[in-house]
C-alpha cells in the first residue's frame, strides 16, 4: 500500500474525463487500496481517482465514524436520483474550503465493488451527496464550480497565496 500526492484544485488535472475500468483486476485492487490509505490519512471520508491523478472510474468512500466501511466504487452510475437538498461540502483538493452545493436528496446507483461483483446502493444524507460529489470529479468536475464566478475566483486566489506561502 502506498500513499499517493493528493492533486489541489484549480490544478487543470482535475478537469480530465475518467475513463472505464475494463476489469476489476490486481491493478485496479491495488488502486482501490492506495487510494483507500490516501483517504484516511489525509483523513477524508471519500476520494476519486481524478485527485491522484489516475483517470480511470474509480472511488473509495468511507463515512463510518470507525473508519472501517470501506466502500469502493468502479464504474458507478447513478440511473436513479429524486428530491433536492443543500449541505457543506469540502474537499482533500479543495483544503480549507467548505460551501453548501444543491444536490439530488435521492439516488440509486450502480457499480462493480473490489471483487467485480456489480451492485446496486439506494443512498442518502452524507453517503448520496459524498457519491455524487466523487463522481463528478470522474467527469473533470470540482465542486466549488457549482458556486458563482467571484466566488470561484477568490477560492483560486485563497489557494494560490498559500500555496506561496508553503513553499
Ligand atoms: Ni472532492
Known amino acids: 500500500m502506498a500513499i499517493l500526492p493528493i492533486i489541489h484544485y484549480p490544478d487543470e488535472r482535475l478537469h480530465t474525463h475518467a475513463k472505464p475500468v475494463a476489469a476489476v483486476d490486481d491493478a485496479i485492487r491495488r488502486l482501490i487500496s492506495d487510494m483507500a490509505e490516501t483517504m ?9 481517482a481524478t485527485q491522484v491523478d489516475v483517470h480511470q472510474r474509480v472511488i473509495v468512500i468511507d463515512i463510518s465514524e470507525n473508519r ?20 457543506e461540502e469540502g474537499c482533500l483538493s479543495v ?18 465493488n473490489g471483487e467485480g461483483k ?4 439506494d443512498a442518502e444524507g ?9 463522481m463528478d470529479h470522474l ?3 470540482v465542486f466549488v464550480e457549482y458556486l458563482s464566478r ?13 500555496l506561496r506561502e508553503t513553499m
Open 150 to 162: 467571484l466566488k470561484q475566483t477568490r477560492i483560486k486566489q485563497k489557494l494560490k497565496k498559500r
Open 40 to 48: 484516511y490519512a489525509a483523513p477524508g471520508i471519500g476520494l476519486a
Open 68 to 87: 472501517d466501511q470501506l466502500l469502493a466504487l468502479v464504474n458507478p452510475v447513478i440511473f436513479k436520483a429524486e428530491g433536492r437538498a443543500e449541505r
Open 95 to 112: 483544503p480549507g474550503i467548505y460551501e453548501p452545493v444543491i444536490r439530488a436528496a435521492r439516488i440509486s446507483v450502480n457499480f462493480l
Open 126 to 134: 452524507l453517503l448520496g451527496v459524498c457519491i455524487q460529489h466523487e
Open 118 to 121: 456489480e451492485v446496486t446502493l
Open 139 to 141: 467527469e473533470g468536475k
